[in-house]
């Protein structure tokens, strides 16, 4: 099956830095997700990315979708504690509604 | 989280029991889909379901689960005789429609446990 590489898998950083976290695949993606997943809840839609190319932001938070459609970033401009959390990328093929998951990066904020 | 209902949010179950999960989609959503997560993995792919029509179940396990969607009610995802490899989180996400363009959002899971 398909394959996304997410990194990094963990993230350990001070409050007010920026992060930045990327997603590779092996094979073309008609859309790309950003979510977030605290602990013990369900994944929250971030960011929606529908054209190769697309930069899209969402406050502290901006996305690209890269132009050969194989991979996406996400970054997070100075970070507070609130941050914390799993951050998984989601592709979406085209013609498919399946979404295919990277491994998700663990973000910590250290005091 | 976006509408999407789930429940139970914890089960608890013996080994060979049955478990049965619901999801209520966002309103005026009719695509719903299952995915599983295992402790420290990404969410993986179960089934696709239309209103009491299964779309892609390339992702279910070949025996023991089962899904559906019916015309009236929650979407069901149901284990039977589970085992304690089946514990995990189920997540059930909805879209308004079926084509790549339309965003999928997610429940908050139903924790299954199997002792």
């Known amino acids: 099956g398909q394959q996304l590489n997410q990194s990094p898998q963990s993230m350990f950083i001070q409050e007010g830095e920026d992060v930045s976290m990327n997603c590779t695949s092996s094979?073309?993606?008609?859309?790309w997700l950003w979510y977030k997943q605290d602990p013990g809840e369900g994944p929250v839609l971030l960011i929606a990315?529908?054209?190769?190319?697309e930069l899209t932001s969402n406050g502290r938070l901006t996305a690209q979708f890269g132009i050969t459609r194989k991979d996406s970033f996400l970054n997070i401009s100075a970070s507070i504690p609130s941050d914390v959390g799993i951050y998984f990328c989601?592709?979406?093929?085209?013609?498919?509604?399946?979404?295919?998951f990277g491994t998700g990066t663990r973000l910590t904020i250290i005091p | 989280n976006a509408g999407v209902m789930q429940n139970p949010r914890h089960l608890v179950r013996r080994r060979g029991q049955e478990a049965r999960l619901r999801c209520s989609p966002m309103?005026?959503?009719?695509?719903v889909y299952w995915y599983r997560q295992l402790p420290e993995e990404g969410l993986k792919f179960m089934v696709y379901l239309q209103k009491e029509n299964i779309i892609d179940e390339s992702g279910m396990p070949k025996e023991r689960f089962s899904a559906e969607f019916p015309k009236e009610g929650p979407s069901i995802l149901r284990i039977q005789q589970v085992v304690r490899g089946d514990s995990a989180a189920y997540f059930c996400a909805s879209s308004l429609q079926g084509d790549s363009g339309n965003t999928i959002y997610f429940g908050e899971g139903s924790w299954l446990t199997v002792v």
């Open positions: 990315l529908y054209k190769a190319g």
């Open positions: 989601a592709g979406r093929p085209f013609g498919n509604e399946k979404l295919t």
């Open positions: 309103k005026g959503h009719s695509h």
């Open positions: 094979s073309i993606f008609n859309t």
